[in-house]
């Protein structure tokens, strides 16, 4: 399940939030795929912070071309014509090695882009040219600015503290990793809170007069773009003695967590674009490799991502793909059984 709107005001709250630097504080949401950015200040309890769009949520994706810098869907735009150039699903590399399985599984995904080997830290650097490389905090960093710029527009005053969801399964290596990419766009981290516990606390707060002494036990489902979590959570009211008189609070418990950090949205998509490219192949359409071209998967990543959204309420819908590869165009029906069969192989086969 995505995490609700209201998500901005609560993450405050768990935070404990007091306007000492600053009368208004913003929350991200950064995920692999999309971030979304709350902000409270004084007169505003919580609102969503709207992006140039006028939309509630932005593609977590950043692009660079001709000295300008973008930002979501105008990067993304970037990402089809020049991948190299456009950065996206940052979250799933930050504090990891070179030779970490994930950065090996994002180098398989994604060959286009020229990973190097930080020599200090040991972490991962994508190389731009000869002079020019960013480290996965710098890339993140920037996005956490331009969620800062949002929150700011629409507080209409600056902003120097947030509260950031996080990963329940991120160790304490890539957790000092999104702090610093946070101290690099001038934001102070007031509080990391596991995603899943967000979750539960924004279903607990406004279900919180149904609770009563006796447990009630919900399970939280949530496939992302690059993970999915399960997380088993216990309600109930309980009696505290802190005052001279008793008083009785509700109370959230996490029991359990299960997770899988490579099952996703983005694994589906991924399957799903390498299955057009071999059908492409098979239509010999062209002398060429279309898993040769850049430029070419990336338009079908698009397409496997628009197919792939389409297919969940659809038996069947076409895939086509204007000028593909050395301008033959490309057109498909694709099931949704065949889709569910590239789902259904395992990673190891």
């Not at 509630?56 to 105008?74: Q, W």
């Not at 799933?92 to 030779?99: E, F, H, T």
């Not at 946070?182 to 102070?188: D, N, P, R």
């Amino acid at each position: 399940m995505k995490l609700s709107l209201n998500l901005a005001l609560l993450l405050l709250c768990y935070a404990g939030v007091s306007f000492v630097n600053s009368l208004a504080v913003m929350s991200v949401d950064l995920g692999s795929e999309w971030m979304k950015v709350g902000y409270v200040s004084p007169g505003v309890p919580m609102e969503i912070a709207l992006n140039k769009e006028s939309k509630r949520k932005t593609p977590a994706v950043l692009s660079f071309r001709d000295n300008i810098r973008l930002f979501g869907e105008d990067a993304q735009t970037v990402g089809v014509r020049f991948p190299k150039q456009a950065f996206s699903y940052l979250l799933d590399l930050i504090g990891k090695s070179i030779d970490h399985p994930l950065v090996k599984l994002y180098q398989k995904r994604f060959p286009h882009y020229n990973i190097v080997e930080e020599p200090e830290r040991k972490t991962i650097l994508f190389k731009i040219d000869d002079e020019t490389s960013f480290s996965v905090e710098e890339l993140i960093a920037q996005m956490l600015g331009k969620a800062k710029e949002f929150a700011e527009a629409g507080a209409q005053q600056p902003i120097k503290e947030c509260v950031l969801t996080v990963p329940g399964f991120f160790n304490q290596v890539e957790r000092k990793a999104l702090f610093q990419a946070a101290e690099l766009a001038g934001l102070k981290v007031l509080q990391l809170i596991n995603d899943y516990t967000a979750v539960a606390l924004n279903y607990g707060i406004f279900r919180s007069k149904t609770f009563n002494e006796t447990a009630q036990y919900i399970m939280f489902y949530d496939m992302g773009a690059s993970s999915t979590t399960a997380t088993l959570v216990s309600y109930q009211s309980v009696k505290t003695k802190d005052k001279p008189y008793v008083e009785i609070h509700p109370q959230s418990t996490i029991l359990g967590v299960g997770i899988d950090r490579t099952l996703g949205g983005l694994e589906m998509q991924i399957r799903l674009r390498n299955y057009l490219a071999k059908k492409f192949n098979e239509m010999k359409k062209t002398k060429n490799d279309v898993f040769k071209n850049d430029r070419s998967m990336a338009k079908l990543f698009k397409e496997a991502g628009r197919l792939k959204n389409v297919l969940s309420a659809n038996a069947e819908h076409p895939a086509q793909i204007e000028g593909l590869l050395d301008e033959k165009d490309f057109k498909l029906p694709v099931t949704r059984e065949t889709f569910e069969e590239l789902c259904q192989i395992s990673l190891k086969g």
